[in-house]
């Protein structure tokens, strides 16, 4: 291999960013195809970017230093904001246009993606990646901005490297540990609960990149020998090539995990499986580059970046103009808005990929405002054209403009979520009131769930005086147990302990059993079944109903079926009830409850323990 590898085009990676753009769109517009960690595809775009920007900077120049930096972000600007200031004006004005949730926080998204900041911006105002509580048009450049981040931080760093440690194996060591470091530090903020820190953080998701750079200064100067072009080495390529694509999609296949705690091994496999496509890719003539760029995967992977700057935001306005749910697009996409959204990124992608960044690119800003200049004067065809093109800009920076000044405060969800917030804060100042001689004593009741029986909550304490609720956003059902041990271990644990947790992943019957065996055989455990544009939501309470159906003492409140025809009851995200649809949770809760009481009275007498309270 030649110094420092220097072609301007290295084989393979384009054919390996299709697949990596491919696994994110089947993510997030085909849910039920099965890839369910398919958002590894992002790490597979930041060990080929790691890889691709170093190799480019280690290449011999006889420019000075500092010539060489200013060109590089003076491309890397060319390369990448043109089609990032065209789909954001024009994604804002179309959600100033649709209106509602989908403009909510649009300001400090903005500001996030053309700044190139998105993921700290995004960390300050307290998103949460795996809540549903809102859309964030444009979420998904919190990736460009970790990358545009490297990319301004990377030419500073590396010239000083270059002269620290000098030998390769000592810059291939320190791009190793560095790796390691920001794994092992992506796992400790995982184990504190701080997902979306861990996945949006620069310093804990930069491993991926580093893998990336310490591939390129392993191969900085080695030398092309006459055997890496033989048959048996080409055969090794393809195998090693061949295994890393196997990694890829082992991981992009994985089970999804609950709020990401499976991070960061998934992204980890996915890496290192991109970082050995990569040099199966760049080896001297490889026959696994030449196959993974085939056409029309070379083709994709020159439009992936498009691609992927268009199609969740055009996700987001699908789902919203067609009233299916702004945060649908999470894990309940219906099949046809997936391939109209598929269909429109691909076009778009491939417009702007000839009609704008390929002209900017080549050109530069300035001569490309001087070829329009020159259009404009060559007949009225085109002087139209130029026209409405100005036009079209002008009219998108006007609804940009609009889309900040008209957003509202929060989400409908949102909304529903602060008022269950406010009811529980209320209902801890006030005394336990006597319970009427008809209704369901509230003081009997222990009620444990997630954010949609947070949402409930003003309804539950107005149908249930005295209940104790003890709900908050993204639980999930694996922490159940340790709730319902603590409050049962401090003998706060009521006769009667609903549960409402399957909204946020699949459950296990193991953790099920774990609940009952705790709430034990003197209490009835009812547990409420979960409706959400979710793909594992049918598996949820498939499985809470055959858990009860063999387990004394347990019994399912059915709020699907209570909720499904009721879905305007609903906040924008199909999920969270408003008022009216936390009175029909709360009704469903004492179906539930006189089910269980109902289901115990014809169990053979016997006399209760007490229970401590």
């Known amino acids: 291999m030649p110094a420092s590898p220097s072609p301007s085009r290295f084989a393979g990676l384009d054919g390996l960013r299709a697949i990596a753009v491919g696994l994110v769109l089947i993510y997030h517009l085909f849910p039920g195809a099965g890839v369910r960690s398919g958002l590894v595809g992002v790490d597979v775009f930041f060990v080929v970017s790691g890889f691709l920007i170093t190799s480019l900077m280690l290449r011999p120049s006889t420019r000075s230093l500092g010539y060489r930096m200013l060109d590089f972000w003076r491309r890397r600007a060319r390369r990448l904001l043109p089609a990032l200031a065209v789909a954001l004006t024009v994604c804002a004005s179309v959600a100033w246009a649709i209106g509602g949730d989908v403009l909510v926080g649009i300001g400090r998204q903005l500001l996030g993606a053309s700044t190139f900041s998105y993921n700290w911006v ?38 000083l490297l270059l002269v620290v440690l000098r030998a390769r194996w000592l810059l291939v060591a320190f791009a190793i540990v560095a790796a390691s470091a920001s794994a092992w530090w992506m796992s400790v903020l995982v184990g504190d609960g701080a997902v979306t820190r861990a996945y949006f953080g620069t310093d804990s998701h930069a491993f991926g990149l580093l893998l990336g750079i310490a591939l390129a200064f392993a191969l900085r100067n080695m030398p092309d020998r006459a055997w890496m072009h033989s048959s048996a080495a080409r055969v090794g390529g393809l195998v090693i090539g061949m295994l890393g694509l196997g990694l890829i999609m082992t991981a992009a296949l994985q089970p999804g995990h609950p709020a990401g705690s499976g991070f960061p091994g998934t992204l980890l496999l996915a890496s290192v499986g991109s970082l050995l496509s990569i040099l199966a890719g760049v080896l001297p003539g490889s026959w696994f580059g030449r196959a993974v760029d085939v056409q029309p995967l070379r083709w994709i992977g020159d439009r992936s970046y498009g691609i992927y700057l268009w199609h969740w935001p055009l996700l987001v306005l699908v789902l919203a103009a067609t009233g299916q749910g702004v945060s649908a697009g999470a894990a309940g996409v219906p099949v046809l808005s997936g391939w109209v959204t598929l269909v429109l990124a691909v076009v778009i992608a491939a417009v702007s990929f000839r009609m704008l960044e390929t002209p900017v690119r080549r050109l530069g800003l300035r001569r490309s405002l001087r070829a329009i200049g020159a259009r404009f004067k060559r007949n009225p065809l085109t002087r139209f054209a130029t026209l409405s093109a100005l036009v079209a800009a002008l009219l998108a920076l006007g609804g940009t403009t609009a889309a900040v000044a008209s957003a509202p405060p929060m989400t409908t969800a949102e909304a529903t979520i602060l008022a269950g917030q406010k009811a529980l804060k209320k209902q801890a100042a006030k005394p336990s009131p006597a319970p009427t001689p008809t209704a369901i004593d509230g003081n009997q009741i222990t009620a444990v769930g997630d954010s949609v029986m947070l949402a409930s909550a003003p309804a539950l304490y107005e149908r249930f005086p005295g209940a104790f609720v003890d709900a908050k956003v993204s639980r999930s059902v694996w922490k159940g147990p340790g709730i319902i041990d603590a409050l049962a271990g401090s003998g706060a644990l009521r006769r009667h302990v609903v549960v409402a947790l399957g909204t946020n992943g699949p459950i296990d019957r193991d953790v ?22 979710r793909d594992w939501i049918p598996g949820v309470n498939a499985e809470l109903q055959a858990f009860a159906s063999v387990r004394s003492g347990v019994v399912v409140a059915d709020w699907s079926g209570a909720i499904a025809p009721h879905e305007d009851l609903l906040a924008g995200d199909r999920i969270h009830p408003g008022a009216a649809g936390g009175r029909i949770f709360a009704e469903v809760v004492e179906k539930g409850i006189r089910d269980s009481e109902a289901e115990r009275a014809a169990r053979p007498h016997r006399t209760p323990e007490p229970l401590g309270y």
């Open 122 to 159: 995004a960390l300050a105002g307290g998103s949460d990646y795996f809540a549903a509580t809102e859309p964030e048009l444009f979420r998904n450049v919190w990736s460009l901005a970790v990358e545009e981040q490297f990319y301004l931080l990377w030419p500073l760093l590396l010239p």
């Open 512 to 533: 099920l059993q774990k609940m009952a065996d705790e709430v034990g055989p003197n209490r009835d455990l009812v547990l409420v079944n979960a409706y959400a544009p």
